[in-house]
C-alpha cells in the first residue's frame, strides 16, 4: 500500500513540516491533488504541519478554482525547513522554476504523478507514487484515500472531480478508472453540473492572438497520410497546438521564445498515437529537451520541452525526428 509507505516515511524521519510543491502554471489537477493529499495527511497525522506551493504561481483556471474551496498557497514555501518535499502532478525538479533549484539532492523527496516518469527523477525520488496509466494525479491521490480507507471531504471531493474534468478535458479522454473515481466523488457530494462551470472561463484576449497566430504561421508537412502543423508564438504553446489540433492537425508542434529560453509544447491526436505508436513525450519531447540542453517530457498526446536555442532549429529537429519515426 503506497499510503503506508508515504506513513512510514514520515514516521522514520519523525517528520515536522511537508512541503507540497505543484509545477509551475500549476493546473487544476496539480492544485486539486495537492489540495485533498494535505487534507489526507491532516488527517491521518494531525500533527504534521502542511502547506502548498505552485512555482510562479497557479493557472488562471486554477485560481478560480482555489477561490472558490478556499484553497491555501504560499508562495514562500519553507523548502529548506521540510522533512519531506513532496512533488505532485510533476515529473522534473526543472518543472517547479526557482523553487526547484532551491531543493538539495538529499531532500526527503516523494513523488504523487501521472507522467511517464523521467529516469533523474526517478533516481532523486525517495518514494514515487506513479501511474501513468492514471488519466490525472487526482486519481492517484483519490487511490490514497480509499488505501487509507477514509473518504474525502466535500471540498476534497470537488478539487477532485475538477483535477481529473480538467486533465481529461472534461472526460472525453478519461479512462474506465477515472470515470468510476468521478463516481465515487459524486458519492461523495460533488455536484458536477454546478462545479464544472468553474473550468470554463472566457478565453483570454491575448491567447485568442497567440492561437490564431500559430494558426496563420502554420508549416504544414504531409507524412504519409498524417497533417504535422509546426508553428511559433511567443506565448500560450499550449493553447496554440491544441487549437491546431482542432483545426485538424494530426500532430501539432509549437515553438516559443520568451529572452534566451525555448519553450514547446507537442500534441497529437488520439488516432494519431494510437496507429503509429509515436509517444509525444517519450519519442519527441525528451529528446528535443537533450538537444536543447533543458528538459522534456509529458504524456503520449501531450508534452512539452523547454532549453535554449534557435525556434527553427527546434522545429526542424522535431520534423526530422517525426519523419524517422513515421517513415
Ligand atoms: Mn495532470
Redesign the pocket.
Known amino acids: 500500500m503506497q499510503i503506508q509507505k508515504i506513513l512510514e516515511l514520515i514516521d522514520k524521519l519523525d517528520a515536522k513540516l511537508v512541503v507540497l510543491l505543484c509545477h509551475h502554471n500549476a493546473?487544476p489537477?496539480?492544485i486539486g491533488?495537492a489540495f485533498a493529499f494535505k487534507g489526507l495527511l491532516k488527517r491521518l497525522k494531525p500533527r504534521l504541519e502542511t502547506e502548498i506551493a505552485a512555482a510562479s504561481g497557479p493557472s488562471k483556471l486554477s485560481k478560480s478554482m482555489i477561490n472558490v474551496l478556499s484553497i491555501e498557497l504560499t508562495d514562500q514555501p519553507r523548502i529548506e525547513e521540510a522533512d519531506i518535499l513532496v512533488l505532485l502532478?510533476t515529473n522534473t525538479i526543472q518543472q517547479l522554476d526557482e523553487l526547484g533549484k532551491r531543493i538539495k539532492p538529499d531532500r526527503p523527496l516523494v513523488v504523487i504523478?501521472?507522467?511517464a516518469s523521467h529516469p533523474e527523477t526517478e533516481r532523486i525520488a525517495t518514494l514515487s507514487v506513479a501511474d501513468e496509466t492514471a488519466s490525472?494525479?487526482?486519481e492517484v491521490v483519490y487511490r490514497l484515500f480509499k488505501e487509507a480507507e477514509l473518504k474525502p471531504a466535500p471540498d476534497e471531493a470537488k478539487a477532485l472531480f475538477l483535477?481529473i474534468a480538467?486533465?481529461t478535458r472534461h472526460f472525453v479522454i478519461a479512462t474506465s478508472d477515472a470515470l468510476k473515481v468521478v463516481a465515487d466523488l459524486v458519492d461523495a457530494g460533488v455536484n458536477a453540473q454546478e462545479i464544472l462551470p468553474i473550468l470554463s472561463l472566457p478565453m483570454d484576449y491575448s491567447e485568442r492572438i497567440a492561437r490564431l497566430k500559430a494558426a496563420n504561421r502554420v508549416n504544414l508537412l504531409r507524412m504519409n497520410d498524417w497533417l504535422i502543423a509546426l508553428s511559433h508564438v511567443n506565448a500560450y504553446q499550449a493553447s496554440a497546438s491544441r487549437g491546431l489540433i482542432a483545426l485538424g492537425a494530426h500532430v501539432a508542434i509549437v515553438a516559443g521564445k520568451k529572452e534566451n529560453k525555448i519553450q514547446v509544447s507537442f500534441r497529437a491526436s488520439r488516432e494519431f498515437y494510437t496507429e503509429t505508436d509515436i509517444h509525444m513525450g517519450r519519442d519527441l519531447a525528451k529528446p528535443l529537451g537533450d538537444f536543447l540542453g533543458g528538459m522534456g517530457g509529458g504524456h503520449s498526446v501531450s508534452a512539452g520541452a523547454n532549453g535554449a536555442g534557435d525556434v527553427d532549429a527546434c522545429l526542424n529537429f522535431c520534423a526530422k525526428l517525426l519523419k524517422k519515426k513515421i517513415g
Request: charged residues 35%; hydrophobic residues 20%; aromatic residues 8%.
Open positions: 493546473d489537477d496539480a491533488a502532478d504523478d501521472h507522467h490525472s494525479t487526482c483535477g480538467f486533465d
